[in-house]
C-alpha cells in the first residue's frame, strides 16, 4: 500500500505463518475511520499479538480498490488470511462480535 501521507497507516512486521492478513477500508479521517482503527489495534494487541498485518485503506485516496473486496459500506475490516474470506462492518467497537465475525477465538483468562 502506498500512503501518500493523507491516511493513517499502520505497519506491523509480516506475519508468521498462519497468522491473520486484516484489511480495514475507511473513508478518511472521520472519527468513525478513526475509532475503528484503534479497536482493530486493540482487539488485535489483545487476541493476535504476534499473528496479524494490518493494511489500512482509505477509499477517498484510492476508491478503485474498493470493487475487489466488494466493499458496500464504511469502515469495513476484511480477513484475507487464514480463509474463508470474512468481513465486519462498522467501528469495531463491539470486540465479541468482531472476534466472532472474523471466526478468532477469544484468549482464556489464565487461572492462578
Known amino acids: 500500500m502506498v500512503n501518500d501521507g493523507s491516511e493513517p497507516s499502520v505497519e506491523v512486521e509480516s506475519p508468521e505463518p498462519g497468522a491473520y492478513n486484516l484489511r480495514l477500508y475507511v473513508a478518511g479521517q472521520t472519527p468513525k ?65 468482531v472476534l466472532v465475525g472474523l471466526d478468532i477465538r477469544p484468549r482464556l483468562a489464565s487461572t492462578s
Open 33 to 97: 475511520s478513526l475509532a475503528a482503527i484503534a479497536n482493530l489495534k486493540a482487539i488485535c494487541e489483545d487476541h493476535l499479538s504476534g499473528r496479524y498485518s494490518i493494511e489500512v485503506i482509505d477509499l477517498t485516496v484510492t476508491p478503485q480498490l474498493a470493487a475487489g473486496d466488494q466493499i458496500v459500506a464504511l469502515p469495513t475490516l476484511v480477513r484475507t488470511l487464514p480463509p474463508p474470506l470474512k468481513r465486519v462492518i462498522g467501528d469495531l467497537s463491539n470486540t465479541e462480535k
